[in-house]
């Protein structure tokens, strides 16, 4: 009995200092990844109209982003695996820190799209990289709460990037200088300063932590050691047998369907408010809303995804209401009865992360984890050019937003479809494993 008690004052005492330590980093990075990736679409209030750019070219442009990100993914995480997150997550933010200042100098559709591209391959292997981070630090059962506290960033990001940049838009005229280019130079600052910090601080593994006490050190390397054996223990895989693995694909399929839902909303929010006929400021500070809404959902689904050791049914349900959401958004037109909509969608499209994104682990370890885990977020992350690109078609085509934000909400409930149609697969190849009976 005493055993027991001093095992678990360990182990909280333990998750407790990796929480505070690596967490607060961590979800920062992660934040001003995501301004600097969206700043775009405050910045496009009045880039469009001085670049000459359409709302296909814009949506275009938005998205191909995420295709330099897809093609340089998993080289970026493998390598990851191979050298340590400090001196890579370091790289990777100084890199794109840089190239995102460079968009205040695109002149056209040309160099829009070049810079988009490159900023999208700077930023590859991030998101990633921080995932599997994680798991060299926390046991499986905490990863929910984790993967929570890594995304709320994304709603925090989009709230503080519609007001920050908006208030920044005013800037026009400053040393000769357009407000949408002050948005790109001002927010890239801070990933450069970060990744020098990162490259400083950061500490690659429990092995390596001298600010952990040793009974902390042994504790959390046994524990995790302990999981990657019972996971090694169902077969071994290779990286390049992981990626042609059913339950990756079919998690990249769901992925895939959640962040075309994702990032159709974030690249147009601003201008669906806009079109409620409010100021530029007023339009950043509205667009934060949903945002600020979505990260209680997302707080809410960790902690009950992780308290009741279930993701299939918390991803299921999630990824259905963000489709909801965006249906009624979509009925709604241009009124603040959207804005309710968007809201709901948020919380359902964040609060699916955090039931997602601890699954791969629960069959994957080591470099199999690493590739499969830049595959799936790799081929996920194809939505965010698809997204936009299909919004913006739509919105050419229509003059309106309504019908893009119907293909939106059928994205989210295909991934909701696919979840419940992998994990009834039982005993198949393809099936997502159900959390549930697999904790």
């Known amino acids: 009995m005493a055993a027991t008690e001093a095992t678990t004052a360990i182990e909280r005492q333990t998750i407790a200092k990796v929480s505070w330590r690596l967490l607060p980093l961590v979800a920062l990075a992660y934040c001003i990844a995501y301004i600097d990736r969206s700043n775009v679409s405050v910045a496009a209030l009045t880039m ?5 750019l359409s709302a296909y070219l814009y949506g275009w442009g938005a998205g191909i982003f995420f295709f330099g990100y897809f093609l340089f993914e998993i ?21 794109w820190g840089i190239i995102s200042a ?3 100098l695109v002149t056209g559709s040309t160099s829009f799209l070049t810079i988009r591209f490159l900023l999208g391959a700077a930023e590859a292997g991030f998101f990633p990289g921080m995932i599997l981070y994680l798991t060299y630090w926390f046991p499986a059962q905490y990863r929910g709460r984790v993967i929570s506290t890594l995304f709320i960033a994304q709603p925090v990001a989009n709230a503080v990037a519609s007001i920050a940049s908006a208030a920044i838009l005013g800037m026009h005229g400053v040393l000769g200088l357009k407000g949408w280019q002050w948005i790109f130079i001002i927010e890239a600052l801070p990933a450069v300063l970060l990744g020098l910090v990162i490259l400083r601080i950061m500490t690659d593994r429990p092995t390596h932590a001298d600010w952990l006490a040793e009974d902390e050190r042994n504790w959390l390397q046994a524990r995790l050691d302990s999981e990657s054996r019972e996971v090694a223990s169902g077969g071994h895989l290779t990286w390049t047998k992981a990626l042609a693995d059913g339950r990756v694909v079919a998690l990249s399929a769901i992925y895939f369907m959640s962040v075309t839902a994702n990032y159709g909303i974030v690249f147009f929010m601003p201008q669906i ?15 934060a809303l949903p945002y600020v809404v979505g990260t209680v959902g997302l707080i809410a689904w960790g902690w009950s995804s992780d308290r009741n050791k279930e993701r299939r049914w918390h991803l299921i349900a999630a990824s259905t209401l963000g489709a909801l959401g965006l249906a009624y958004a979509g009925w ?9 909509g968007m809201a709901v969608a948020t919380v359902g499209i964040y609060g699916s992360r955090t039931a997602f994104w601890p699954i791969p682990s629960m069959f994957l370890t080591g470099t199999a984890a690493a590739g499969a885990i830049a595959m799936i977020n790799a081929v996920g992350n194809l939505g965010g050019y698809v997204g936009p690109f299909v919004v913006g078609w739509i919105r050419e085509s229509t003059k309106s937003f309504g019908a893009g934000l119907y293909f ?7 991934a909701a479809v696919i979840t419940f149609l992998a994990a009834r697969a039982a005993g198949a190849p393809a099936a997502v494993p159900n959390p549930s009976a697999a904790e």
């Open 75 to 95: 080289p970026s995480n493998l390598i990851l695996e191979r050298i340590g997150a400090r001196i890579w997550i370091a790289r990777i933010m100084i890199t």
């Open 273 to 287: 408010v806009k079109g409620m006929g409010l100021t530029d400021m007023m339009t950043g500070v509205v667009s």
């Open 408 to 414: 939106l909400a059928a994205c989210s409930l295909m």
């Open 332 to 340: 709604s037109g241009a009124s603040y009865w959207a804005l309710l």
């Open 102 to 104: 460079l968009t205040a």
């Open 48 to 52: 469009n109209k001085d670049l000459g």
